[in-house]
């Protein structure tokens, strides 16, 4: 590939961005399930336009996403089959929040955002990211399921990450559906678990009978743990918002008590830094759609230290691409 290519490719990125997003919010790859259906079929259970959709079908065959056998019906591909919903893997719900339409007029206002460091979400919809999506009961079951699409993957290897040696209770702040403390409960059969989120992110726990549902914000107060865990929660907000949650989790622990804060890492090295395009990319979707960011190690140990907390350890969750830092009472 040419340097111009290589360019024009990330030009033209955009493109099978909404190829995938379409096929997701239209339920095609539901649709087909593991079977194959002809054209007029698939029209009529995704309520669309026979044309219309037989172009966007050929992209999508073009992109191996979906494949079309000599009589013209259409089945799902390998590729195709993580657009569906509810199976391992599933990044169908990720593609609609992410090119969907708000995300998407985000990150169409990049530029403003550059300009005034501000989020252009806000500006955009007139509300913040989740205040927006607190307000759209599809757009928030498109949200919960997308996180929780994610931590499915993540959640292995952060819960082996974590030792939880002595802890009884553990609390997952921000935990959205539970279900990374369900794969906690699961790997420990003793534990208890506390499930903290908005009464908007808790709904639909997926956690089990040995999990108490608290609502709140995190922002004022969180409820008692031997241990806590935060994932994918500070990235969201800046450093004044970021500390703030923190502290609440550092007044609300006991003395020995342990806090995991699970995030990427981003080494700030123009070295590696092609190695981490996504979270990179991540980082300016933080910027465009929350006012958060991804950050160093240095800039989280400055976090943690502003709370009055003290990093004692960092560890690879494999397999993830996110590191569980362990920290306690400074």
């Known amino acids: 590939m040419t340097e111009r290519e290589r360019v024009a490719a990330l030009v033209f990125g955009f493109f099978p961005a909404q190829v995938v997003q379409t096929l997701a919010r239209l339920g095609v790859p539901d649709a087909l399930g593991d079977g194959a259906l002809d054209l007029g079929t698939l029209a009529g259970r995704t309520g669309t336009q026979p044309d219309a959709l037989a172009r966007l079908l050929r992209s999508a065959v073009g992109l191996d996403l979906v494949s079309r056998d000599p009589d013209g019906a259409y089945a799902l591909t390998a590729g195709g089959r993580l657009l569906r919903s509810g199976l391992p893997g599933s990044i169908g719900n990720l593609a609609q929040l992410f090119c969907g339409d708000a995300v998407w007029r985000a990150w169409g206002a990049l530029e403003w955002s550059v300009r005034t460091g501000e989020p252009s979400f806000e500006k955009i919809t007139g509300s913040p990211a989740f205040a927006h999506i607190a307000a759209d009961p599809r757009l928030n079951a498109v949200f919960t399921e997308a996180m929780a699409e994610g931590t499915r993957m993540a959640a292995p290897g ?63 107060e ?20 970021a500390t703030a949650i923190l502290a609440r989790v550092r007044a609300a622990m006991p003395p020995d008590g342990v806090v995991f804060l699970v995030e990427p890492i981003l080494r700030d090295d123009p070295e590696v830094l092609p190695d981490q395009r996504m979270l990179l990319m991540s980082d300016l979707n ?45």
């Open 222 to 241: 969180v409820p008692r743990a031997d241990a806590y865990v935060v994932k994918s929660v500070v990235h969201d907000w800046d450093d004044e918002r």
């Open 286 to 330: 933080m910027l465009v759609c929350l006012g958060g960011r991804e950050r160093t190690q240095d800039q989280f140990v400055d976090l943690l230290t502003a709370a009055g907390l003290r990093l004692t350890g960092v560890t690879p969750a494999e397999g993830s691409g996110y590191a569980v830092m362990r920290a306690v009472a400074a």
């Open 158 to 220: 952060i819960v082996a990450a974590c030792d939880l040696t002595g802890v009884t209770t553990l609390a997952d702040i921000g935990g959205g559906n539970g279900t990374l403390l369900a794969a906690f409960l699961d790997a420990h059969p003793h534990l208890r678990g506390i499930l903290f989120d908005s009464p908007s992110g808790a709904a639909e726990t997926v956690a089990g009978e040995r999990c108490e549902v608290v609502t709140g914000d995190f922002f004022r």
